[in-house]
């Protein structure tokens, strides 16, 4: 493995329940004083960018300009290059901060960008969803996790709501978010890298380690966070490396690190 370049996972790899993970800050403030490209990657919808990048700096994270790439940067890039012009979004406020540039439209949407509202959903919303699509407008979603870790454990993701609506409505959703091979791709880009060049730690196999693998980089799985053995047996998708957590990737990584 001779990467020139890494994107970091936040939440279960940085840190777990807005906690840092034993040693994580080190590693990034190895990272950037050493010099080496990276982005944080992130699915989380509920932030605008702005407030991503205050998060981190006070979790204590080193946050240099343009260093965070999340699936809203991507469902932005994803309705510029479409031209999208009208939307309906179903995201938390502070999200709805980063698509103001965009008209609001709750009648005939072109677009309804599906972000994470938490306990937000009900039936009178999800059927007035099913009516835009039935219309023609785009099902785009930030991402279509199935789960995440909570302090309760494991609870159901974004991606509930989403096969629910492309079943009832006979439509497919675009994806920005992990693990789309174009959000892999859109970070790479903004590295100046070649996916081939650059490594993934993540602690979701399915869309951290699968997403970056097909996308070309290679993927590195931690066992903090929504890690779990018995789902990564259960998904076929084999990690080019694991290790305990990200604290000891200078280990794996002696080169960028300069052991
Ligand atoms: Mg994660």
Redesign the pocket.
Known sequence: MNPEGLLF?????LYVEGRPVPGAIDVMTQVVNRAVPFRYITNTSTRSLTTLERQLRQRGLPVPNDSVFSAISAAVQWLESHSVKRIYPVLAEDACRDFGHFIVDDEQPEAIVLGDIGEDWNYALLNRLFGFLINGAQLVAVHRNRYWQTEKGLQPDLGLFVAGLEYAAGVEAVVVGKPASEFFHSACLGLGLEPQRVVLV???IES?IGGAQQAGLTGVLVHT??YRRDFVAASGIVPDCEMNSVADLPDLLPKLFGH
């Open positions: 996972d936040l939440d279960g790899v993540g602690d979701d951290d966070g929504k």
